[in-house]
Structure formats: C-alpha cells, structure tokens
C-alpha cells in the first residue's frame, strides 16, 4: 500500500507538471484512503480489533486529504459519509476535515481550486461585501485580444 502511495503521488505530480489535462481530485482521495488504511492496518496490527477496521481509516483519510486540498471541511465529510453510509464515522470525519483544513490554511496553502485560478491571473479580495473578482493585467489583455 506504501508503495502504491508513493507511485501515484509521483505519478499525479508529474502528470499536472506536464500541461496535461488530469484532475487532482481523484489522487487525492487515493492517497488519503491508502494513508488512512495503512495507518489502520498499522494499529489493528499493533493493538488488535479494539481500534477498529483499517477501512474506516480509509474514509477517514480520503475525507482529511480531500479537504486539506479543497479547503471545505464539511463538503469533504458528507461526501465521504454519502459514500459508506456509516453513521458512526461522522464524528471521526468532522474532526479530521476540520483538523486538515486548518493545518493546510496554517502552513499557507491555497486550495488547488485557488492555485489554478491565480495561475491563470485571475484571483479575488476578500470584502465586507463578500468576495470581489479581480483581474491579472496579462489576462485582461489577454481577453481583449
């Protein structure tokens, strides 16, 4: 499982570098659910059945890396929830989300949504009005042409 979480964060670096079109999504909730089932194999290994299965450590880590990447907490705890239907993982999920979001916004990242909209030049400021769309120089010349 290591091994395979390696290759595809190798893999999907590579492919985004490139120009290629390719999402970031998908990586994403693999890596998170590979981390999450190796650290649950990891306990179950070491403590035994009391700490639950490795698959919910899965979800777990899909839903934490999701949206530490997005930086939307509660979008990435419903999906992952939608998707097991297990009611006793939403506690585990909305800690994880809201632990993730804040750790990724802490170190100064921008969500990849973010990222790509600045790349392009475009970006927005933060207003007491709400958010206002603002425009690179190049890419409004751009546009004009």
């Known amino acids: ?72 907490p509660l979008t990435a705890a419903v999906m992952i929830f939608e998707l097991s239907g297990d009611y006793p993982i939403v506690l585990p999920l909305l800690v994880a989300t809201v632990v993730s979001t804040s750790v990724s916004r802490r170190l100064g990242s921008e969500s990849v949504y973010e990222s790509e909209l600045r790349r392009r030049g475009l970006g ?5 009005e709400g958010r206002r769309m603002k425009v690179s120089p190049r890419t409004a010349s751009t546009a004009d042409e």
């Open 1 to 72: 499982m290591l091994l395979l979480i390696v290759a595809k964060c190798f893999a999907t670096t590579a492919s985004v570098s490139s120009g290629s079109p390719g999402g970031v999504f998908t990586p994403t909730l693999l890596l998170g659910g590979g981390l999450g089932f190796a650290v649950g194999a990891a306990l179950h290994a070491v403590f035994g059945a009391g700490v639950g299965s490795p698959g919910g450590y899965a979800l777990v880590g899909m839903a934490a890396t999701t949206a530490a990447s997005i930086h939307a």
């Open 124 to 128: 927005w400021d933060l207003t007491l």
